[in-house]
């Protein structure tokens, strides 16, 4: 296994490392530009609501406050991981550009309508940013971004008790995210693979950089 223990001034002597950096970066402000309109029109679809006999049998509850203080610690925790170490931190990139590209696929494939008895889940942030609509957007199901989000992290940042706090903290939005009504258990179960493969292709895609920076180093 290569090391993905080099420092910035390091990785950043290596040119592959660097437009790759920066390619990625370009990619994720395109998607950020292009999201409000993309998420417009996927609530502008209709949709199909699925049964779901977890969600039928579990009483609906506002929980966006807990929610979002978990994703946005869980967020800033595995950033702040991330950012000392180049090299994770552009797998981690490259795995959650993958991870929406999976998703727009996946939105624009399967146009859903809430789950029966949503309570709107308010994101303090993304809400302002992102998701630019004439309503809140209530159609961004399949598969969880949130969920996706924080297993993501997990699995970039280095193994320990940061790791397990992240998993806690990814089972935690699963389960918040059903209380709301706010995703179909599909959505929320759909969620690993997805993240699972991303991560996996991320790590295929920038193995090169890390086999290319050691070995530069070594000479």
């Known amino acids: 296994m290569v090391s993905t223990s080099l420092t910035w001034p390091e990785a950043w002597r290596h040119g592959t490392f660097r437009r790759r950096l920066l390619l990625v970066l370009g990619l994720l402000l395109g998607l950020a530009a292009a999201l409000p309109r993309f998420f417009a029109w996927v609530q502008a679809r209709p949709g199909y609501r699925l049964p779901d006999p ?7 509850h506002d929980v966006s406050g807990p929610t979002f203080l978990v994703i946005y610690l869980g967020i800033a925790g595995g950033v702040a991981l991330l950012l000392p170490r180049p090299l994770r931190l552009l797998r981690a990139l490259t795995a959650y550009l993958l991870l929406h590209g ?3 696929l996946t939105l624009a494939l399967l146009p859903l309508e809430p789950p029966a008895g949503l309570v709107l889940l308010r994101d ?4 302002q940013l992102f998701y630019a609509a004439p309503a809140p957007i209530t159609k961004d199901l399949f598969f969880s971004g949130h969920t996706a989000t924080l297993l993501l992290l997990a699995l970039a940042v280095p193994a320990g008790w940061p790791r397990r706090a992240l998993l806690v903290a990814t089972l935690a939005i699963a389960v918040l995210v059903l209380v709301q009504h706010a995703h179909y258990t599909y959505d929320v179960l759909a969620a690993p693979l997805f993240t699972g493969l991303s991560f996996w292709l991320a790590s ?15 000479e």
Do not use: K, M, Y
Not at 54 to 60: D, I, T
Not at 204 to 218: F, G, I
């Open 54 to 60: 977890l969600l039928a049998a579990l009483p609906a």
């Open 102 to 104: 999976f998703r727009c």
């Open 124 to 127: 303090p942030l993304v809400d």
């Open 204 to 218: 295929q895609l920038t193995a090169s950089v890390a086999r290319e920076s050691a070995a530069r180093d070594r």
